[in-house]
């Protein structure tokens, strides 16, 4: 079936430094994504979203990029943080649709 | 605002056992979802209710029941628990069909 998944399951990054966390998705139905940030013993906690009609949107020090063309959407965390240590998960769902898909999510290491 | 508020914490159950987790809600939030977390996996949709009274399986409902008997509370139910049934469960609510979910701070559950 359809799924989502994500192309490195870690990362380590400089404090100071951008981050940038990818996702592959392969149901081309699907019309909105989210990005969550999960940290260790919490629940997973949304960061920012986009729909299909568009490329790109941007948050605090947060940016998301979908490329509708290949599937594939990334997160890109700009002037990486300690505080930016956690599980990302990208997650997608189909327009009109219950069932929000979750990845298996990357790990963020953030080295001072 | 509490947001998602999910109890117990932390629990083990015998092979066999029931148990209930509760879930509760203080946004009037109309879609509630359950998910399970099993380590290393992206979240995997149990149920879910779209209002009080409704409720729909999602993509591993079996082993599990839930009700919705009031808009702010959506209990899971495990019957004759199973050691596959071990994960970590989170609880999570959205105003409206599309918007991104507000998530509980989970539920270990293990069975042995």
């Known amino acids: 079936g359809e799924s989502v998944g994500l192309h490195l399951p870690t990362l380590s990054v400089q404090e100071g430094d951008n981050s940038i966390i990818n996702c592959a998705y392969s149901n081309s139905a699907s019309d909105y994504f989210i990005w969550y940030k999960q940290e260790s013993g919490k629940g997973p906690q949304f960061i920012i979203d986009i729909r299909s009609n568009m490329d790109k949107r941007q948050g605090q020090r947060v940016t998301v990029l979908l490329n509708k063309t290949v599937k594939h959407l990334s997160l890109q965390i700009a002037a990486t943080q300690p505080g930016d240590s956690a599980v990302y998960f990208c997650?997608?769902?189909?327009?009109?649709?219950?069932?929000?898909?979750f990845g298996a999510g990357t790990r963020l290491t953030v080295k001072p | 605002n509490a947001g998602v508020t999910q109890t117990p914490k932390f629990r083990i159950l015998k092979i066999g056992q029931s148990m209930t987790l509760q879930c509760t809600q203080d946004?009037?939030?109309?879609?509630m979802y359950w998910y399970r977390q099993d380590p290393g996996m992206g979240l995997k949709l149990i149920y879910y209710s779209v209002g009080a009274g409704i409720t729909d399986k999602g993509e591993v409902p079996n082993g599990y029941n839930v009700s919705r008997s009031t808009t702010e509370d959506f209990p899971l139910r495990l019957e004759l628990a199973a050691p596959s049934q071990t994960s970590v469960y989170f609880c999570?609510?959205?105003?409206?069909?599309?918007?991104?979910?507000?998530f509980g701070s989970g539920t270990r559950l293990t069975v042995v």
């Open positions: 999570a609510s959205s105003r409206r069909q599309g918007d991104g979910y507000t």
């Open positions: 997650a997608e769902t189909p327009y009109n649709n219950n069932d929000m898909r």
């Open positions: 946004m009037n939030h109309n879609y």
